[in-house]
């Protein structure tokens, strides 16, 4: 019964993390990390040993890495410098103190200031940061499918 229990607030810190990956602001791989890690506690850590959580920590910040990959690439891709490419990683990460505006505007803010500081073509600034938001919504199907490898990769471990 315990690990009936234990499986349920697993499966509710996966909602919530997959929900925090579609709506950014809630750290979506920490907390399906998290999830497994309370699974643990609670039902044991026979199923689930330390190098399963060391390896499903490691693909959260893979999955988290993704983000800012995605983001910097997108403007790289539209034509942006490499201050645009810092520009877009430095705003994602500040935009996460400003939840939920930040992570939106951040990228798309941080590479078209960067891109500005170099050049002074307005229309290039304006490509950069568009091409850093897309690559950090473009991160998203990425995102979701390791996400996805983590939770199937739980569930068959422990069954």
């Not at 993390?17 to 890690?37: D, N, R, Y």
Request: glycine share 14%; no cysteine.
């Amino acid at each position: 019964m315990i690990e009936v229990i234990a499986l349920i607030i697993a499966f509710i810190f996966f909602l919530a993390g997959l929900v925090g990956t579609l709506f950014p602001g809630m750290p979506g791989p920490p907390l399906i990390w998290a999830g497994m890690l309370v699974y643990g506690f609670i039902a044991g850590f026979e199923d689930i040993g330390a190098a399963f959580l060391v390896a499903q920590a490691l693909l959260a910040l893979i999955v988290m890495g993704v983000d800012y990959l995605f983001s910097a690439l997108g403007s790289r891709v539209f034509g942006g410098s490499k201050a645009a490419l810092w520009g877009a990683a430095l705003g994602l990460l500040i935009g996460l103190f400003f939840f939920p505006y930040g992570l939106l505007l951040g990228p798309f803010l941080g590479a078209a200031v960067a891109e500005l500081l170099v050049r002074s073509k307005s229309d290039q600034v304006l490509r950069s940061g568009i091409g850093a938001t897309l690559g950090f919504w473009g991160a998203l199907p990425i995102k979701l499918a390791l996400e996805a490898v983590m939770i199937t990769w739980f569930i068959i471990r422990i069954f």
